[in-house]
């Protein structure tokens, strides 16, 4: 079992009534790669703690974690997390983990990641890596939201790494953002999956990281396997695109639960 920290809130922001910022010390020791996740959480009282996972949206570099997260009405955490302000105590653990990892994908020119609502994440630390720009030629993310206020946390860390004194100039180069609404009139429209069925797209030279929704992930499974696209069967071992399997693991023994429940 993963032993847990206690580090501090440094700074909270709210970028809706159900989204959320916010960022914490790092314990010197924590080693993590970019685009991994950790579990965060908060005393319970009686020794006890409740904890969820959470991706990291700062880089592995940065002295500083920092978390977006969803409210979620009458969460066990989240009810109780939306509170926090600078100096309070959170739980972090000391095993980070994940498969949204550049190690697991094979060479390639083009690199798509597609994220929905707070799955674009661990997609900002993995945009804030040098290791990303000399790994790929382009890097695209392609992230969806629901309205407006749903890409303002994105818009905002963004806006900042593109003025960055060191990976400014490769951000400026080669990467491009493609913002998408489904409820609000944008300038793009539509899911993700609308715009991965028209793209001209080859398993020669692209590659694919995944997070989101369970649905968008189902979906954007199905349209790359139907492409010729191979995933990631595993840490460790490469695929043409890599999705984070704990979460969709973990939906999947939720759902099997509910359906022995119903029988």
């Not at 060479?107 to 609502?117: D, N, Q």
């Not at 790359?224 to 979460?247: H, Q, T």
Request: aromatic share 10%.
């Amino acid at each position: 079992m993963a032993s847990y920290t206690i580090e501090h809130v440094i700074d909270v922001r709210h970028w809706s009534d159900a989204l959320f910022s916010f960022t914490t010390t790092r314990n010197p020791g924590l080693r993590f790669e970019n685009g991994q996740f950790i579990m965060l959480g908060l005393d319970s009282g009686r020794g006890g703690r409740i904890t969820r996972a959470y991706s990291m949206a700062s880089a592995n570099y940065e002295d500083h974690l920092e978390f977006y997260s969803i409210k979620v009405p009458n969460g066990p955490l989240t009810s109780r997390l939306k509170f926090v302000g600078p100096g309070s105590p959170v739980l972090v653990s000391s095993k980070p983990t994940g498969t949204l990892v550049l190690r697991d994908l094979k060479p390639g020119k083009r690199l798509f990641l597609l994220a929905t609502g707070t799955g674009v994440a661990p997609f900002l630390a993995v945009a804030k890596d040098p290791e990303t720009y000399g790994q790929f030629e382009q890097v695209f993310l392609i992230r969806g939201a629901r309205t407006q206020d749903g890409l303002a946390y994105a818009d905002s860390v963004l806006a900042g790494l593109r003025t960055n004194p060191y990976l400014g100039e490769f951000v400026g180069a080669q990467f491009n953002d493609h913002p998408t609404l489904t409820r609000e009139a944008f300038r793009n429209q539509g899911r993700i999956t609308s715009w991965l069925e028209t793209a001209s797209l080859s398993p020669q030279t692209d590659r694919f990281m995944v997070c989101g929704n369970m649905r968008m992930i189902d979906d954007v499974n199905r349209l790359l396997a139907a492409r010729g696209f191979n995933v990631s069967p595993r840490i460790g071992v490469p695929g043409d695109y890599v999705i984070e399997r704990a979460f969709v693991e973990s939906f999947d023994t939720r759902a099997e639960q509910a359906n022995a429940a119903s029988r």
